[in-house]
């Protein structure tokens, strides 16, 4: 799929714009259709709004090219001052900038009239905003592939002044939460024509491999990213040395969690980019990394794009709101039916699915954008809609399937700038878990497992939980983050706006019960992530063996091993080391010796090796317990209130996916994320992107991005103008 720098015609780059028929033709069609809509959108709004009115059809006309002419200056306005207002300026100056334009419009066509006070601008850009999404939306057939379609054409104005970089870059798209299975079974139905096209010419191959426990994202991207998922026992866990529940989407937490594992020679150190994860990879330049709170700077083109456009934040919010009336129907429609298994699919979860789903894949799609424009070596970028939806929705359910095949699209944009692109590179899509659907454990049987616990124990005060639906929070608590940080006005009013949000420096937006706070005398503590759950003996240091357990809580592992929503319960003993109890029988980890009937049977092969590397992790609980699995169905019951989960093991969430080029072959079943690390640099050193320790030459990206100053020129191997990335 890529194509080498030698193949790229010098002769087609410097000919001139007005000889090349093909891409003229597409310019003038790409002007017609977006006069057309902005036609159409200025007609409906002064058939609708009494607030403005014309003398005649005429300026109507007249006002669809003041309107775009000024739009254009606007933009470049804003790129320009976007040194000196730094990113939260873009963001704010880009929404205003959508109603100065309607009201410069307006104010200077003769023949165009507003009625009202200083409120009716407002209303008509409001008005024309929406009504020119909608129009958008109706065009692209009920896709979301307007701004995609924008980018395309500041990526093709500006392809052709680039020179080709020296060597074949790698873009790696994560589509969160995707499994195996599920991939197969939607490429072999051909609703993914771009992703399963690939598959079919014989350019990629698929093939799954194995998370083991905890199926999750930050311990699969901390094995992607940096070969070190074995610091992270599950997405949220219990220090008895600090008191502290540690949350892995939370910015002060990632950041030492990565401190921790980090060996700065992760999977991007050598000038790559971080886009939308939950570590950095070691990157130079990350944006919207959980570990690294961080804006985006103001040099960043793909950003200022994005909030500058119409057809960015402007129409992202209006779709957005769509997005919210979209969710309240189809969880209305569950309802109706009767669907089993389902959960409440209100609160923040509407706002939530509109950001991931809307905003953050756009903003994602132009911030890869411009580093392929750039010629950045290695990017990596998460995409979270499916997993949002998923966890909600259920992860075969029609809104699931939807969100799906919107992410193919976006490969399929990715792909054709890459076309348009001199550079060239190769394509590796991956996940990183998969999902398991089912009904809750406290849907099941009416109580919490916190609630079990406390049953079996002898204490005088209640288990803490630690438990929630936190994972959706974590990009919006790290963009709130790093601007309440911010030495400015924009920092002032975000840390008033969020008083009492932000008790240790960093804002924790989403449900109380995610991380509550842990008192010195507590005697338990309980932390869910899907259907694994730790439990701690918080005041008894040390990993506590199975055989004091049962002296100081004697009826607390045969209450758990015995409940019929628990699988199996892990325990270190002083005997033989960690063993998983079941109901009827018992597993050591370590010899593979069985007494009774197998509790891991169930799980799969590679259960035993997969609990006994987690139960070997520093910060694991005292006990780990697993869901139950059913024989038929393989669904498992979550202690979150989530239709589909991950986290621990059974079913589809140890199954992800890899697709790669097949020119790469993979001899060997990977198992664990340390696996895909592994085989991800020798791809990168196949393809000579990965330098020797020692041997690394200073990056100019990350150089211009320390001092703030210069005139955005970058190299890496890649000659560019001064305005060779995508224009804002």
Request: glycine share 10%; with cysteine.
């Amino acid at each position: 799929m890529a194509k080498p720098p030698e193949q790229v015609s010098g002769d087609r780059r410097r000919r001139p714009v007005w000889l090349d028929v093909r891409r003229t033709t597409r310019g003038l069609q790409a002007m017609l259709l977006g006069g057309l809509a902005s036609l159409v959108s200025l007609v409906i709004t002064f058939w609708t709004l009494p607030q403005i009115s014309s003398d005649g059809p005429l300026p109507v006309f007249r006002l669809v090219v003041l309107l775009a002419v000024i739009g254009l200056l606007m933009r470049w306005l804003l790129a320009g001052l976007a040194i000196l207002i730094g990113s939260v300026g873009v963001l704010i100056g880009g929404l205003l900038s959508q109603f100065g334009v309607v009201y410069v419009g307006v104010t200077l066509d003769p023949g165009v009239n507003l009625h009202g006070g200083v409120e009716a601008p407002l209303l008509v850009s409001i008005v024309m905003s929406s009504v020119s999404a909608f129009v958008g939306w109706v065009a692209y057939a009920g896709s979301d592939d307007a701004y995609v379609a924008e980018v395309m054409r500041g990526v093709r104005r500006k392809a052709r002044r680039l020179q080709p970089a020296p060597k074949t870059g790698l873009l790696i798209v994560q589509i969160d939460g995707l499994a195996a299975p599920l991939l197969n079974w939607m490429v072999m139905s051909g609703n993914l024509p771009h992703l399963g096209g690939w598959i079919r010419d014989g350019s990629h191959s698929m093939l799954g491999w194995h998370t083991g426990v905890p199926a999750t994202t930050p311990a699969s991207q901390a094995g992607i990213l940096h070969g070190g998922s074995g610091q992270i026992p599950a997405f949220r866990w219990y220090e008895k040395e600090t008191g502290r529940v540690m949350v892995t989407n939370r910015s002060r937490d990632a950041a030492e969690i990565e401190a921790r594992m980090s060996t700065g020679r992760g999977l991007l150190a050598d000038g790559g980019v971080s886009i939308s994860n939950n570590w950095s990879g070691d990157a130079p330049n990350s944006v919207l990394v959980f570990s690294r709170a961080a804006l985006p700077s103001a040099r960043a083109r793909g950003y200022v794009r994005f909030f500058s456009s119409p057809q960015g934040v402007t129409r992202g919010l209006v779709l957005s709101v769509g997005e919210m009336i979209k969710e309240l129907h189809q969880a209305r429609r569950q309802r109706m039916r009767k669907l089993v298994p389902r959960v409440n699919r209100g609160g923040s979860y509407i706002f939530l699915r509109a950001v991931s789903n809307v905003l953050l894949r756009d903003l994602n799609v132009s911030l890869i954008t411009d580093e392929l424009v750039k010629g950045t070596p290695v990017i990596y970028c998460d995409f979270v809609d499916y997993d949002e939806v998923a966890h909600h929705a259920g992860p075969t359910r029609p809104e699931s399937l939807q969100t799906l095949e919107g992410l193919d699209r976006v490969l399929g944009a990715l792909q054709r700038i890459i076309d348009t692109l001199p550079h060239s590179y190769e394509i590796v899509v991956l996940s990183d878990h998969g999902q398991s659907q089912g009904s809750t454990f406290l849907q099941r049987y009416g109580r919490t497992l916190t609630q079990v616990v406390d049953d079996l124990v002898d204490t005088t005060k209640e288990p803490v939980a630690a438990t929630g639906r936190s994972e959706g929070w974590g990009p919006v608590n790290a963009f709130l983050t790093e601007l309440s940080l911010r030495r400015s006005v924009a920092g002032s009013v975000t840390r008033k706006a969020l008083h009492g949000k932000a008790p240790r420096g960093e804002v924790e937006l989403g449900p109380a019960d995610c991380e509550p706070p842990v008192a010195a005398d507590e005697q338990m503590v309980v932390t869910a992530s899907g259907n694994l759950a730790l439990i701690y003996l918080a005041t008894t240091p040390g990993r506590v063996p199975l055989e004091e357990i049962e002296l100081l809580h004697p009826r607390l592992v045969p209450g758990l091993a015995t409940h019929p929503g628990i699988g199996f319960v892990v325990i270190d003993s002083l005997a033989e080391g960690p063993v998983a109890i079941g109901r009827a029988g018992v597993h050591v980890l370590r010899t593979g010796r069985i007494e009774g009937e197998d509790p891991l049977a169930a799980y799969g092969p590679l259960a035993a090796s997969s609990l006994l590397r987690q139960a070997e992790m520093p910060h694991n609980g005292d006990l780990v317990v697993v869901s139950r699995l059913d024989e038929y169905t393989h669904e498992v019951a979550a202690f979150e209130e989530l239709v589909g989960c991950h986290g621990g093991i059974g079913g589809w969430q140890t199954e992800a996916v890899l697709v790669h080029p097949r020119r790469w072959v993979v001899d060997e079943p990977l198992v664990g994320s340390d696996a895909v690390h592994a085989l991800l640099i020798s791809w990168l050193e196949q393809l000579g992107q990965r330098k020797r320790p020692g041997t690394e030459t200073v990056d100019e990206d990350a150089e211009l991005e320390r001092a703030d100053s210069g005139d955005g020129r970058a190299s890496r191997g890649v000659t560019v103008d001064s305005d060779a990335s995508v224009e804002a």
